[in-house]
């Protein structure tokens, strides 16, 4: 800054001249005009209206000047930065619009075009739903046991004491791989495609010492047509326990808390006597209808088409393991008891899901299996 010149003319003073003043802000209009980005314009900003800008160091000069021509010349000097920083808004505004719309140009998605992303599918409600009712009873300490699909007959029936002329074994209609063995073989035993996941019952015995806590899931095959409630093709899970002491009580309670577990706390079962040839007593079992819980029995007012108003539904077979086919297992009946059920996971599947027609099953038609989503 100069030194305090009481006596010179305020013209005298170089940058504040009139001319300097307005050759500083047109320059710095010029600068501004000619950047043509948003970091050029903040280096001509800088340039044009910093502290080492000349406008910035022709406004110290005022203080030097005497009393009489500070207002003067501070006036020229504050409309030149006032035009300056208006130049400045304008241009930085222009910019940033124009900055706007390239971005808008170069970052649009077309929301049109074909995307090729693999839709993600689902896995099928048949095999979430044996995994669920596996798992009750995984948490209850049970051990999953498996068995092959092709099944020597013998395991199929005879370690189930179905006798070789027994009506039952023409009760189970069977795929015959070899055989059949029968009343008029000559004592080979068969190959068939298992026709229920009761055989694992015999091997899980014939292969562990006892106390026995399984659980069987598994395929098994029909010789029945595909209709809405049959297929040939269908998966049951199979539970059995042997150890000492165990009793129908013990069956009838594990068979709730499965229930209980998969349909709500207020559920129950109940036992109808039934006929099978590897256990003894045996039972039908039903479960409390889940929708109606019994309230439609007769109550025209309340009809329920899950249980057809009947507030039971029926879940599987099962019983107190007959004696002879523990004994068939290399089991001392004497010492060892056990219980065991089992059921169709397809019928389970239809009334928890109201599942009209099982054939919808078995078509592998993504559109039946999505909506029951990524259950894990
Ligand atoms: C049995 O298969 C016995 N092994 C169950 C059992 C296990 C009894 C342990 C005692 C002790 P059943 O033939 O009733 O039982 O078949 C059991 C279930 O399989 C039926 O309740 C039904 O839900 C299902 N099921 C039978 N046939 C078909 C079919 N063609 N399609 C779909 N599900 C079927």
Redesign the pocket.
């Known amino acids: 800054m100069s030194a305090p010149n009481k006596s010179y003319d305020p013209v005298e003073v170089e940058a504040l001249k009139p001319e300097q003043i307005e050759r500083m802000r047109d320059e710095a209009l010029a600068a501004f005009a000619a950047a043509d980005s948003l970091d050029a314009l903040h280096e001509a900003k800088v340039a044009q209206t910093g502290p080492s800008s000349p406008l910035a160091l022709a406004n110290r000069e005022i203080g030097a000047l005497p009393p009489h021509a500070k207002a003067d010349a501070g006036k020229r000097v504050g409309q030149a930065r006032g035009a300056v920083n208006k130049a400045l808004a304008t241009r930085q505004a222009e910019l940033e619009a124009e900055r706007d719309a390239r971005v808008l140009v170069e970052e649009a998605v077309d929301v049109t075009l074909p995307y090729d992303r693999v839709p993600a599918g689902a896995r099928h409600p048949l095999t979430t739903m044996m995994e669920r009712v596996a798992d009750v009873f995984v948490s209850m300490g049970y051990e999953i046991a498996e068995g092959p699909e092709v099944e020597a007959e013998w395991f199929n029936f005879d370690a189930l004491n179905f006798g070789p002329d027994h009506p039952a074994r023409q009760m189970?209609d069977t795929f015959f791989v070899h055989g059949p063995k029968g009343a008029d073989s000559d004592g080979e035993s068969g190959v068939v495609l298992r026709t229920?996941?009761?055989p694992v019952q015999a091997r899980a015995m014939l292969d562990r010492e006892p106390p026995v806590y399984v659980v069987c899931p598994g395929r098994v095959f029909?010789t029945?047509e595909l209709d809405a409630t049959?297929?040939?093709v269908?998966h049951?899970i199979?539970l059995l326990a042997v150890d000492e002491g165990l009793t129908m009580g013990d069956l009838k309670g594990t068979m709730d808390h499965m229930v209980q577990s998969l349909f709500g706390a207020d559920m129950k079962t109940r036992l109808r006597p039934n006929y099978?040839p590897?256990?003894e007593p045996?039972a039908e079992m039903d479960m409390l209808c889940y929708v109606c819980k019994g309230e439609s029995v007769g109550n025209p007012d309340r009809p329920c088409r899950t249980c057809s108003s009947e507030g039971w539904i029926?879940?599987?077979?099962?019983?107190m393991v007959n004696p002879r086919v523990l004994t068939a297992c290399g089991v001392d009946p004497e010492k060892y008891s056990g219980f065991?059920?089992?059921?169709?996971i397809?019928?389970m599947l239809m009334f928890r899901h109201n599942v009209e027609d099982?054939r919808d099953m078995v078509e592998g038609d993504v559109r039946f299996t999505r909506p029951f989503g990524m259950e894990i």
């Open positions: 189970q229920h996941t009761s029909r029945d049959h297929t040939p269908f049951q199979e099978f590897f256990t045996s029926e879940l599987g077979g099962c019983g065991a059920f089992g059921f169709g397809e019928r099982m």
